[in-house]
Each structure stands twice: as C-alpha cells, then as structure tokens.
T-cell receptor, first 113, second 113 residues
Framework: QKEVEQDPGPLSVPEGAIVSLNCTYSNSAFQYFMWYRQYSRKGPELLMYTYSSGNKEDGRFTAQVDKSSKYISLFIRDSQPSDSATYLCAMSELYNQGGKLIFGQGTELSVKP | DTEVTQTPKHLVMGMTNKKSLKCEQHMGHRAMYWYKQKAKKPPELMFVYSYEKLSINESVPSRFSPECPNSSLLNLHLHALQPEDSALYLC????????????FGPGTRLTVT
C-alpha cells in the first residue's frame, strides 16, 4: 500500500462547478499537508498548506484535513478553465525527515468552458 | 519574490556526453532540492542540500552528481546517462529543511538519446 493515495482522474467538470480533490494516507505521523498545482510542462506551484487538522481558505480554494480519517481534501469553488492542471497532494512528518515530502500521484483536472 | 530559476529549459544529450543543469534562487533559502519527474508521475526526490551540505541522497546512481557552490546555486552534473533518465528535472528550495513549503522551478526537460 502506498503511503499516500490519490485518484489520478482525469476529472472533467464544466466551468463554474465545485471541484473536490482528495487524498488518503496511512502514516499517522504526517502533520503537514500541502496542495500543489502543476500546469503541463511546468514545475509544481504551492497552492496551500495546512498543519494538523482543520480548514484553510484562500479565495476560491479551501483545504481540509481530517486526521482521524487520514483524509485531506481541496475544494475549488467557481472553477475556471485556468484551473485545468494536475493537482498534487504532499505530506510531511513533523520533523520533516530532512526535507522529504511524500506526494500523491496527482489528479488531472480539466475545466470545460 | 518566490522564484526559482532553472537553465537550460530543454536539453538533449547523448549517452557519452557530460552536461550540467543549473538552479538559482534569491530568496535567502538555505535548503535546496533536486527532483526527477516522469510523465504523469509525482516528483521523486533525488538530493537535498541544507546549508550547502548534502543531507539526503536518495540512492541516486553516481552518473548524477550534485553540487552546491553557494547558498543561491545548485548544480546537477550529468555523465553517461541512460535513455531511461529522460525526464523533467525539478529544482526546489525552502527556507530550511525543517519547513514544508518548497518552491519549485520550471524544470529542465532532459532527453537522453
């Protein structure tokens, strides 16, 4: 079993839809949770990060962490064609193992006009 | 400015060539990373430098040789590569290895012929 599981999609939604992206994990030592967005042929861009459980909101994006269920989510409201990208979740233990992030497989999202 | 720059953007090299990839950041970050990313896969950590010292080598073959000449620069020297080494090579930085927000560069797309 992989440490982090993420549905690779692809996920296709109409413009304006609410998108829900999810990851599950098995390592209860993970404390830091990040979402990266990667456009085709570009490097990953850090979207949001959260520590431990709870919600964090930034504009149209909301990140949720449920440590009891070992489940994290990223919600995108009013999705736009410019949101079409691959979304990667990433996680890290409290003492970070020297900088090691554990990535999910990435979910490919397409928002159709 | 959260910019990490990488040169060149594209590189084609033969199996007997020697080439180098370059990464630069001017954010005052003290941790720098090399990742390898294959198509439709998440980034795989190769090396971590912390305060200009190599702190993690993820059992990378010796045909890849990292170098950190100063706190702003990171190089990856390539020699006698194999076609399966063709990938997107990403550089990232963070303020130190104990933090979780890694900022990625755009990557160098390497093709080994």
């Amino acid at each position: 079993q992989k440490e982090v599981e993420q549905d690779p999609g692809p996920l296709s939604v109409p413009e304006g839809a609410i998108v829900s992206l999810n990851c599950t994990y098995s390592n209860s030592a993970f404390q830091y949770f990040m979402w990266y967005r990667q456009y085709s042929r570009k490097g990953p861009e850090l979207l949001m990060y959260t520590y431990s459980s709870g919600n964090k909101e930034d504009g149209r994006f909301t990140a949720q962490v449920d440590k009891s269920s070992k489940y994290i989510s990223l919600f995108i409201r009013d999705s736009q064609p410019s949101d079409s990208a691959t979304y990667l979740c990433a996680m890290s233990e409290l003492y970070n193992q020297g900088g090691k992030l554990i990535f999910g497989q990435g979910t490919e999202l397409s928002v159709k006009p | 400015d959260t910019e990490v720059t990488q040169t060149p953007k594209h590189l084609v090299m033969g199996m007997t060539n020697k080439k180098s990839l370059k990464c630069e950041q001017h954010m005052g970050h003290r941790a720098m990373y090399w990742y390898k990313q294959k198509a439709k896969k998440p980034p795989e950590l190769m090396f971590v430098y912390s305060y200009e010292k190599l702190s993690i080598n993820e059992s990378v073959p010796s045909r890849f040789s990292p170098e950190c000449p100063n706190s702003s620069l990171l190089n990856l020297h390539l020699h006698a590569l194999q076609p399966e080494d063709s990938a997107l090579y990403l550089c990232a930085s963070s303020s130190r290895t104990g933090t979780y927000e890694q900022y990625f560069g755009p990557g160098t797309r390497l093709t080994v012929t």
